[in-house]
């Protein structure tokens, strides 16, 4: 501190540019939806008042944006379930149909949405359809739920990022007008234009 007569003047602290770091996690969805919006208001109550971590990550992703709510087809909900046909699967996100699974097992499901076929399968093979205040008040600390997630990764704006394109085991894939014989095939693709990858 400096003191000017009678009066200290307090010192400021130096903040590099961009300030403080602020947490970068959600604090509240940003959806519109008044169902959503029900379901936070709930979990929000549950994760505080039950002694349960299940509680706080369904409500972490409830806040999470669209893109990191994934769908997640019946083919990969059955294998993920395999030997656990008497506990719930929770997703935080869209169940949708496989038409590649020939033979849906009898499964217990709690999710935000179900596709119109994928809920008719599911009820026709046995199983059951809930909803998050439904299992809320069935297993309201979590017990015998499996938590699962959709492939975030497997949207088609995430095969452009990465390294460039053309650089060494790169696997992304590049910006192009069109695909056909005259694009994407000259430097870096073939020995007589430069180099060949």
């Known amino acids: 501190r400096r003191v000017h ?22 604090k509240d969805a940003k959806t519109e939806n008044p169902y959503v919006k029900l379901l936070i208001k709930l979990y929000r109550f549950l ?3 039950v002694d349960s971590k299940f509680n706080k990550v369904v409500l972490k992703r409830l806040f999470m944006a669209k893109r990191f709510r994934a769908p997640l087809g ?4 059955a294998k993920f379930m395999e030997g656990k ?10 169940v949708t149909d496989d038409i590649r699974l020939l033979e849906v097992p009898k499964l217990t499901v ?14 026709k093979a046995g199983g059951e359809c809930l909803t998050f205040d439904q299992l809320a008040l069935r297993a ?43 694009f994407e095939m000259a430097r870096g693709r ?8």
């Not at 019946?74 to 909900?77: C, Q, T």
């Not at 046909?85 to 869209?94: D, P, Q, Y």
Request: net charge positive.
């Open 5 to 26: 007569g009678d009066s200290q003047v307090k010192m400021g602290i130096d903040i590099k540019a961009g300030g403080r770091v602020a947490n970068g996690n959600r």
């Open 140 to 182: 309201p600390k979590g017990s015998n739920c499996v938590l699962l997630r959709g492939p975030t990764k497997s949207r088609e704006a995430e095969k452009f990022f990465g390294k460039a394109p053309g650089v060494p085991n790169s696997d992304t894939k590049p910006r192009v007008r069109s695909e056909g014989r005259k």
């Open 85 to 94: 046909e008497k506990k719930t699967a929770v997703l935080v996100g869209t």
């Open 110 to 123: 709690c999710a935000l949405r179900f596709t119109e076929r994928a809920r008719a399968r599911i009820v």
């Open 190 to 197: 073939r020995k007589s234009r430069g180099y060949k990858v």
């Open 74 to 77: 019946l083919s990969k909900l």
């Open 47 to 49: 994760s505080r008042r």
